[in-house]
């Protein structure tokens, strides 16, 4: 109970995986299922331990991993592998309930699982982090913890293309003989069968996410927002790759200002807005904020959570609101980027506080939707469009050729626009669809959890609306297998 969660959080404050729980207890509570079956679905399946050595810069070093599978109500389970120091069995299991939820409510066909190995990875060469990615995944391979039909890890924190392409290889090397060998693992890289759009998934999902919520004036009105994001004045923590993407499309594409950055060194801030390409820049060549010179930069970042603004967006570690700094929190809106950076006890000071929260089982699911439209590219071994765009062409021309010829017979000097035929004409390419079907998940996902939310009175939030709507497809996951 008073394991401490990652951040700085208050010795009262429940561990990560029981703050799911608490979430997943509340949600049970108000329905209808056998006592049983919540318990089931509540619990983690298993979790495998691994402790390997690898020989680096002359002596063996050993390294303890983790795969947690959550829920098995369908398969392969799904979730991401976490390269970071903090990586334990509570977080895994918590991250990995999380996953079967998130799968559940976007509709993403699989079970929840997480894997972490804790480590450093920026105390490593290259070479040496690509040896211990292998030996790692050469351990969750050999007891089919990577498969492409029984479990698909992808990138998390500290992951990327590079590890899923190594994780990728070493799985082929090991089953040479296996046809559907790239669907072992997503996120990789286009080379190596990836999909695009996969990268900026979770910060698109973030994007698509809250233009939904400003397409609900109920929704709207329950954070005290009126208008459009065009404006909004937002505040970013972690800009990883999923705080960067989401903070880099709400500012260009929405027009959205993002006043505030917070970093592991620092926050930054500009009331007329961040650069957030140049800003990464910085980040990029200097290892941290510290110095920018086109905003103002203070090095107690964390402060920049308290601060003024319309929509806050936690997109890095959990726990980050707590009990410790909850009830200053002052933006009316919420969208949680990150898994779990809001502690059950915050959650409870901040309902009270009216602040409404887009929860993370719904926000970040960016990612896996996109995942699993690679793994059915990997399974379908067929880039998607790659049968349609030209045909698609073909008949937006007879189109675009038939109006023409009625529009010069009307003879008033009138034509279709270049801009109008240049977009019509265009067939979907796979970034494209990605994003179409990316958008349509995000929406329908909004929906059956704002829907509810407002249906049922006792249903307080959006998140326990969530969870109802996850756990439900669980139970009937359960109920069709006859348990
Ligand atoms: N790590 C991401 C998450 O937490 C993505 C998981 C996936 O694509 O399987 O949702």
Redesign the pocket.
């Known amino acids: 109970m008073n394991v401490p969660m990652t951040g700085q959080t208050m010795a009262a404050e429940p561990s990560f995986r029981h703050s799911v729980d608490m979430m997943f207890n509340h949600a049970v509570g108000l329905m209808d299922l056998p006592t049983g079956l919540k318990e089931k679905i509540r619990v983690c399946n298993a979790t495998y331990t691994v402790r390997f050595g690898v020989r680096l810069r002359g002596q063996i070093q050993t390294f303890t991993g983790y795969r947690a599978i959550h829920s098995e109500h369908m398969e392969p389970v ?5 390269y970071a120091m903090g990586v334990n069995q509570d977080e895994v299991e918590a ?1 990995a309930a ?2 079967t939820y ?2 559940a409510l976007v509709e ?1 066909p ?1 079970g929840g ?2 894997g972490g190995l804790r480590i450093d990875p920026r105390h490593y060469e290259e070479h040496e982090l690509e040896a211990i990615t292998r030996r790692f995944a050469y351990e969750l391979i050999k007891r089919d913890l990577i498969h492409p039909s029984q479990n ?6 500290g992951t990327g293309e590079r590890e899923m392409a190594w994780i990728a290889d070493q799985y082929a090397r090991i089953h040479t003989t296996d046809i559907n060998a790239r669907a072992c693992v ?2 990789k890289p286009l080379n190596a069968g990836g999909i695009h759009g ?1 990268v900026e ?2 910060g698109r999902g973030v994007q698509y996410a809250l233009r939904e919520f400003f397409r609900h004036p109920e929704d709207m009105a329950a954070a005290r927002l009126t208008g459009k994001l065009d404006g909004k004045r937002v505040i970013v923590q972690g800009l990883g790759n999923v705080g960067f993407h989401a903070a880099k499309f709400l500012s260009e594409e929405d027009g959205a200002k993002i006043v505030g950055v917070i970093e592991h060194d620092g926050g930054v801030i500009d009331p007329s807005g961040i650069d957030i390409e140049s800003l990464r820049g910085w980040i990029t060549d200097n290892g941290g904020v510290k110095d920018y010179p086109h905003a103002q930069v203070i090095p107690e970042g964390a402060l920049l959570l308290e601060e003024e603004c319309d929509i806050l967006i936690p997109a890095a570690l959990e726990g980050t609101i707590n009990l410790g700094n909850a009830e200053r929190i002052r933006a009316p809106l919420i969208i949680e980027a990150a ?1 779990g950076p809001i502690t059950a006890g915050a959650d409870e000071v901040l309902r009270r506080q009216g602040t409404v929260i887009i929860p993370d089982l719904y926000a ?2 960016g ?6 439209f ?1 793994w059915v590219k990997n399974l379908s071994h067929i880039r998607f469009g790659r049968m349609q765009r030209r045909q698609e062409e073909a008949r937006h021309q007879l189109v675009v050729d038939e109006l023409e010829r009625i529009v010069e017979t009307m003879g008033n000097g009138t034509t279709l626009s270049d801009s109008f035929k240049l977009k019509y004409l265009k067939g979907a390419d796979e970034l494209e669809l990605v994003r179409s079907g990316l958008d349509d998940t995000m929406r329908v996902a909004y929906q059956s959890m704002s829907d509810l939310w407002h249906r049922r009175a006792d249903v307080p939030d959006m998140r326990i609306a969530a969870y109802i709507v996850a756990i439900e497809r669980v139970a009937n996951g359960y109920r069709a297998k006859g348990l």
Request: proline share 6%; net charge positive.
């Open positions: 799904k979730g991401g592998i976490r991250l999380l996953m998130k799968c993403a699989f699982s997480k698909v890890p992808a990138p998390d924190m997503t996120g996969r998934a979770t898994n970040n699911a990612g896996v939707t996109v995942s699993y690679e």
